[in-house]
């Protein structure tokens, strides 16, 4: 496998010479991420940043030409713009609007951005405050989601299955996860973890945290060789080792810490002693508070995740029980909130 992705990675990675201008047609797989007057998105590899309007969403088919300058398209002009008619796409936007007609701002964007992935609606100077906390990875579905969705749906189908019957049904639900959520690295990187762990328990295995770990970048690289120089991919992955080999020797020095923070303070800080080197060469800075931020939030990313989630669905069906379900997640992203605006 190790050997196929380096092929993979010779072969199919795109050749671009500084100053040659592209045409590129591609689906766009990861949600825009949207400033006052520009929007962003990733094309075969090249980040390109467009007017505002018309709108791009996660999912529509994007024709766009530009000038290549250090990965980077520029002069970027937006040719044609196909909007999705996939079920899947439209489903997730009846969420979003629903979660944006439900609560004021950010809490609404929060919400989308924890049970979806959508950076779209987060107000600027919110994703400001999470960049500089180091908050970031919270709000953006990630790893963490996908275990609590995966835990979730386990707990609910072993209510009334047997758990080898209930084990498909849940591999299923994660795999929809994905798919709703932006198939972006970090995501689909804990859906293989999670889908080894499962099938390890159906066959009656131990499965490697550390296997599982190689297994699922081996794979994603093979799919798409590109992810090699994706940030969030590395990230995703120093992050998880780093929490591997240090979180439960850190756990065990910090008994004098409550125990509602104990945990998210350990992983936080095990991730950071991965993370941190990466992101103060890449973007010259790094707060050092950071584990302790996450510490105080973390405990309410299961609630939002678990709770936004059904609430927004139920919203679609029955719309006075799902805006009552996010009238009671009010205080816990009211919380997130103030405290990351008090730290950033």
């Given at each position: 496998m190790i050997l196929l992705v380096f092929f993979r990675f010779v072969l199919t990675r795109p050749v671009y010479k500084n100053g040659q201008t592209v045409r590129i047609t591609s689906r766009v797989l990861?949600?825009?991420?949207?400033?006052?007057?520009?929007?962003?998105i990733s094309v075969a590899g090249l980040t390109v940043s467009l007017p505002l309007f018309p709108e791009i969403t996660y999912g529509d088919r994007v024709v766009v030409e530009g000038k290549v300058e250090r990965g980077k398209l520029v002069n970027g002009n937006l040719k044609t713009v196909i909007e999705s008619r996939n079920w899947f796409y439209e489903f997730r936007k009846k969420i979003i609007d629903f979660y944006q007609k439900s609560l004021p701002e950010p809490s609404a964007s929060l919400i989308s951005g924890m049970v979806l992935g959508s950076k779209a609606s987060i107000p600027e100077k919110f994703w400001e405050d999470l960049k500089n906390t180091g908050t970031a990875h919270v709000v953006v579905a990630s790893g963490m989601n996908v275990s609590i969705v995966a835990g979730f749906l386990l707990g609910l189908f072993v209510l009334f299955l047997p758990r080898r019957r209930a084990i498909p049904l849940v591999l299923g639900g994660i795999g929809l996860y994905c798919v709703l959520s932006g198939l972006?690295?970090?995501?689909?990187?804990?859906?293989?973890?999670?889908?080894?762990?499962?099938?390890?328990?159906?066959?009656?295995?131990?499965?490697?945290?550390?296997?599982?770990?190689?297994?699922?970048?081996?794979?994603?690289?093979?799919?798409?060789?590109?992810?090699l120089t994706d940030l969030g991919f590395i990230?995703?992955?120093?992050?998880?080792?780093?929490?591997?080999?240090?979180?439960?020797?850190?756990?065990?020095?910090?008994?004098?810490?409550?125990?509602?923070?104990?945990?998210?303070?350990s992983v936080s800080l095990a991730a950071q002693i991965g993370v941190a080197p990466i992101l103060?060469?890449?973007?010259?800075?790094?707060?050092?508070?950071?584990?302790?931020?996450?510490?105080?939030?973390l405990w309410t990313v299961p609630p939002i995740t678990i709770l936004g989630?059904?609430?927004?669905?139920?919203?679609?069906?029955?719309?006075?029980?799902?805006?009552?379900?996010?009238?009671?997640?009010?205080?816990?992203?009211?919380?997130?909130?103030k405290v990351v605006e008090v730290f950033g």
């Open positions: 990861q949600e825009p991420v949207r400033y006052p007057f520009s929007q962003i972006d690295a970090p995501i689909i990187r804990a859906a293989i973890m999670g889908t080894v762990a499962l099938l390890a328990q159906e066959a009656g295995r131990v499965a490697s945290a550390w296997r599982a770990l190689l297994l699922s970048a081996l794979m994603m690289l093979i799919v798409k060789p590109l992810w990230l995703s992955f120093v992050a998880t080792a780093s929490i591997l080999i240090f979180e439960v020797k850190i756990r065990s020095k910090l008994s004098f810490v409550p125990g509602v923070l104990r945990e998210g303070l103060f060469v890449t973007f010259g800075q790094f707060n050092i508070l950071s584990p302790v931020i996450n510490a105080l939030i989630a059904i609430g927004g669905m139920a919203g679609l069906i029955l719309p006075g029980v799902g805006r009552m379900m996010m009238y009671l997640l009010y205080p816990f992203t009211w919380y997130f909130v």
